[in-house]
């Protein structure tokens, strides 16, 4: 079992960035991947940026690219996303995601992230 805490979502104008942290506990030895979706109002809740633990590598979406960082505090057991000139497109609930070795799932509780002037 794997739990998972995030946090620093928020309000932030056009062009301002934020940074969301997610610290995990319990089962953290077994961890594939670690990583961010969102999900939008009325939208289905997408792929932001994966840290594959397992295989060394990180993806982004496409609107994530260039944009915002996925990082990860082993000492910590945290992963964090940056995200820097945020768009009033990106706002959505952000979720923290964890696959386990056995690929299994889990999910933080989510934490809005508002752009907006």
């Known amino acids: 079992q794997v739990h998972l805490v995030e946090s620093g979502g928020g309000l932030v104008q056009p062009g301002g960035s934020l940074r969301l942290s997610c610290a995990a506990s319990g089962s953290i030895f077994s961890l594939s991947a670690m990583g961010w979706y969102r999900q939008a109002p009325g939208k289905q809740r997408e792929l932001v940026a994966e840290?594959?633990?397992?295989?060394?590598?990180?993806n982004y979406a496409d609107s994530a690219k260039g944009r915002f960082t996925i990082s990860r505090d082993n000492a910590k057991n945290t992963v964090y996303l940056q995200m820097n000139s945020l768009k009033p497109e990106d706002t959505a609930v952000y979720y923290c995601?964890?696959?386990?070795?056995?690929?299994?799932?889990?999910w933080g509780q989510g934490t809005q992230v508002t752009v907006s002037s």
């Open positions: 840290d594959i633990i397992s295989g060394g590598s990180t």
């Open positions: 995601h964890v696959r386990t070795l056995l690929a299994n799932n889990y």
